[in-house]
């Protein structure tokens, strides 16, 4: 049950793009289509963002998107706004009914 | 419209024990699985434990098999997370998720949190 590794921080401009890699191993990322994000603003809870990898919840913006290869699975924000500033938290299935998260990603709108 | 509501976090002695509930509205919880997920202070997110929709099973974390319990009540369409054992380590905001329909690993909505202290 080890953590997936995230970057600790990245920035970007408004209008840019950034993305957000979330690295595990085959026993969780590479095994199963189960990997979800989610958003963190200071002081509240949790939102999920993406789901099943690439999936979207109903209000999510379509400017993020996520994608999947191997072990690593990785969240892009397309057209940065200052609200994005947050952090970001990816989760995987890994297996018997257990799941494991990253360590968190600080996004900065620059 | 669903909603979770975490409470009975409190500041307890190391070794001691604490229950905490989450309310859920909007939804029955006899449907979905649920979910404990802990974040320490100023640290990242750690699943802690999940119960399946018909209460027959449970899932822990490695860290706190043997000393946390999860339950459920259909009655009160509500989740409990027992904590005995307490360690230092264990202080953290508690949050109650609710799991995405199946087949489904994420966590849909969330709890606004409870916040546990375990300091002497």
């Known amino acids: 049950q080890s953590a997936l590794t995230q970057p600790r921080s990245v920035s970007g401009s408004p209008g840019q793009s950034v993305t957000i890699s979330c690295t595990g191993t085959s026993n969780d990322v590479g095994g199963y289509n189960f990997v979800s994000w989610y958003q963190q603003h200071p002081g509240k809870a949790p939102k999920l963002m993406i789901y099943?990898?690439?999936k979207r919840p109903s209000g999510v913006p379509d400017r993020f998107s996520g994608s999947k290869s191997g072990n690593s699975a990785s969240l892009t924000i397309f057209g940065l706004q200052a609200e994005d500033e947050a952090d970001y938290f990816c989760c995987s299935y890994a297996g018997s009914h257990t799941v494991v998260f990253g360590g968190g990603t600080r996004l900065t709108v620059l | 419209e669903v909603q979770l509501v975490e409470s009975g976090g409190d500041s307890v002695q190391p070794g001691g024990s604490l229950r905490l509930s989450c309310a859920a509205s909007g939804f029955s919880i006899s449907y979905y699985w649920m979910s404990w997920v802990r974040q320490a202070p100023g640290k990242g997110l750690e699943w802690v434990a999940s119960?399946?929709?018909?209460?027959?099973?449970?899932y822990y974390v490695d860290s706190v098999k043997g000393r946390f319990t999860v339950s459920r009540d259909i009655v009160k369409n509500s989740v409990s997370l027992h904590l005995h054992s307490l360690r230092a380590e264990d202080t953290a905001v508690y949050y109650c998720a609710k799991v995405g329909q199946l087949p489904a690993a994420h966590f849909d909505f969330w709890g606004q949190g409870t916040l546990v202290t375990v300091s002497s």
């Open positions: 119960i399946k929709q018909d209460g027959g099973d449970q």
């Open positions: 099943d990898v690439t």
